[in-house]
């Protein structure tokens, strides 16, 4: 069965949108299904949607989304409180699930518990790659930098959360990110 990606990140400026059709091409061309909220007209085309609701269709269009893939693929820059909110909640899922999954092992589940764990055990499996395409993050290296002379500061919650749901790993750089989907393409099972 084919793996389902879903692509987060800022999507408001024009060069936001630029990238986010970018990397939207170059899944397409791994041959993976994805979603990318940007390309959802039916709640992102300003112009002509209706505004009534608007909100709770987004947050249901993007969630029920999110739930269905198996990869994430997210670029949590501060600035994109969208992103940061789906990040958020995307943690928040995989610990639900993990609890879960726990109470699960201490007593046999009942028919209802049997959906709960097969959603349960689906976002847990779910991949997450982040990636910050910031040049700072790239010119900065190798050079010492310390206190107010950084170019660059991460929010360290933010990283913690991205280092917990990639084991460890952190943020990846695109081209990683495309590989690892690579992977996924030609073994669904990785």
């Not at 609890?99 to 518990?113: E, H, K, T």
Request: hydrophobic content about 35%; glycine content about 8%; overall charge negative.
């Amino acid at each position: 069965m084919a793996k389902k990606v879903y692509l987060a990140g800022d999507m408001l400026p024009k060069a936001s949108q630029l990238l986010r059709a970018q990397e939207r091409e170059q899944i397409k061309a791994i041959g993976l299904d994805f979603y990318n909220p940007m390309d959802n007209k039916d709640i992102n085309d300003k112009r002509n949607v209706d505004n009534e609701g608007l909100a709770e269709r987004i947050v249901k269009a993007d969630t029920d989304a999110i739930i269905e893939s198996d990869v994430v693929v997210i670029e949590p820059q501060p600035f994109a409180l969208g992103t940061m909110v789906e990040l958020g909640q995307i943690k928040g899922m995989k610990d639900f699930a993990k609890i879960v999954l726990d109470i699960a092992g201490w007593s046999d589940p009942l028919n209802a518990l049997s959906k709960i764990l097969e959603l349960a055990e689906k976002v847990d499996n779910q991949k997450v790659y982040p990636h910050y395409e910031d040049v700072r993050r790239f010119e900065g290296a190798g050079k010492d930098e310390e206190g107010d002379r950084r170019s660059l500061g991460i929010n360290q919650y933010v990283y913690g959360v991205c280092l917990d749901l990639t084991d460890g790993k952190g943020f990846y750089d695109w081209e990683e990110v495309l590989q690892e989907l690579k992977k996924i393409k030609k073994d669904p099972t990785y």
